[in-house]
Nanobody
Framework: QVQLVESGGGLVQAGGSLRLSCVAS????????MGWFRQGPGKDREFVGY???????RYADSVKGRFIISRDNAKNTVYLQMNSLKSEDTAVYYC???????????????????WGQGTQVTVSS
């Protein structure tokens, strides 16, 4: 079992920055691939990015160049640094863990075994 708790959401003006955190417990964090997803109002949940256990990352085109995912294995934490925020980034942001595959991670929800409760990010224009 892996428990995930996100934090850091809030209200920010367009063009601003916000950093989300996701703390994991219950499994060797360094071996987990971690993903970030989001669900905007009236939309399906969508892929934002992921970071593999080795540190490689991949991002959705909509956030590439603006968002950065990093991890601190000593703190069992993955971060989502969001810069140059736009109103369309408004969403509930979820972190997810792929605990079942070696060198896992991917852009699809089904590739992840555990999910956090989500944190709201609202970008005002």
């Amino acid at each position: 079992q892996v428990q995930l708790v996100e934090s850091g959401g809030g209200l920010v003006q367009a063009g601003g920055s916000l950093r989300l955190s996701c703390v994991a417990s219950g499994r060797s964090f360094s071996r987990l691939a971690m993903g970030w997803f989001r669900q905007g109002p009236g939309k399906d949940r969508e892929f934002v990015g992921y970071i593999k256990s080795g540190g490689s990352t991949r991002y959705a085109d909509s956030v590439k160049g603006r968002f950065i995912i990093s991890r601190d294995n000593a703190k069992n934490t993955v971060y989502l640094q969001m810069n140059s925020l736009k109103s369309e980034d408004t969403a509930v942001y979820y972190c997810a863990a792929d605990a079942s595959r070696y060198l896992g991670g991917g852009p699809n929800e089904y590739e992840y075994d555990y999910w956090g409760q989500g944190t709201q990010v609202t970008v005002s224009s």
